[in-house]
């Protein structure tokens, strides 16, 4: 089974996505898309990508609805700042350094996704040596205040999920 | 069913929905204008790349969806790749900004370490 479908995950998601794309379930697109999944994963063994254990797959969708929330929150301080800077006069942005135990890959794109799509913080710089990762924030109040968030509210649930 | 016939229940939304993501577009491109540093306008456009794109695309789906009283569903796929690959532009666009302010020794960034051994690109 390990020959003939290399990565099942990733052929799984490529027939969603062709599906999706496709909007139908007829069996010409079925297999289609399924000629397309076998490919795409044949495809990917030229290419092996550093090895994934998932783990507490359970965590993900609480983790899809923080982002969310998390996301609108920070849209809305994000506009208030730029709509009305005067009110904001002490306003600082700045660089916070952030120490990480995370050494997953794939938990790592996952934190730089998650914290650069949320308007107000973006992912400047990762140091692989010392394992701490450089953020620009937007409203920097207090960086203890950040590197707790950024421990606590992500990089915890992340490793939960990918170490 | 022409656009013209989109009932209420559904138009109310779709425009809503239509005005918040044009608005928080907006909104990001104003910020870009307003904002002074280049690392504060950065922020800006991620406004329109989260929830202003989702509002667009959640109203594009309850639109076509409505129309033509099937369940569309592109949409999706347009915001899986959105929040893929938008946050590899703005990260390689502050990666940018900030090596090149840090070899310039600018006092804005955090100044380079004293080792030599540059960080792996």
Known sequence: MARLIPYPLFALALLALWLLLAGSLTPGTLLLGGALALGGSWALVALPPPEARLHRLGAVPGLLWMVLVEVVRSNHAVAKIILWPGQAGTRRSGFVRIPLDMRSPYGLAALACILTATPGTVWVEYDRAESTVLLHVLDLVDEETWVRTVKDNWERRLMAIFE | ?121
């Not at chain 2, 989109?6 to 491109?29: Q, T, Y």
């Not at chain 2, 990260?91 to 020794?105: K, M, N, T, W």
Request: charged share 10%; aromatic share 8%.
């Open chain 2, 1 to 121: 069913m022409q656009a013209a016939e989109l009932p209420l229940w559904a138009a109310v939304p779709v425009s809503v929905l239509l005005l918040l993501g044009a608005g928080l577009a907006l909104v990001g491109s104003v910020g870009l204008l307003r904002l002074r540093s280049f690392y504060d306008r950065i922020h800006a456009p991620t406004l329109g790349t989260t929830l202003g794109i989702g509002s667009i695309l959640l109203a594009s789906m309850l639109f076509f969806s409505v129309l033509q009283t099937r369940l569309v569903l592109h949409e999706v796929l347009i915001g899986i790749f959105m929040v893929v690959t938008t946050p590899v532009t703005f990260i390689l666009l502050s990666r940018a900004a900030f090596y090149r302010d840090q070899q310039e020794g600018n006092p804005e960034v955090p100044a380079l370490p004293p080792r030599q051994d540059a960080p792996e690109p």
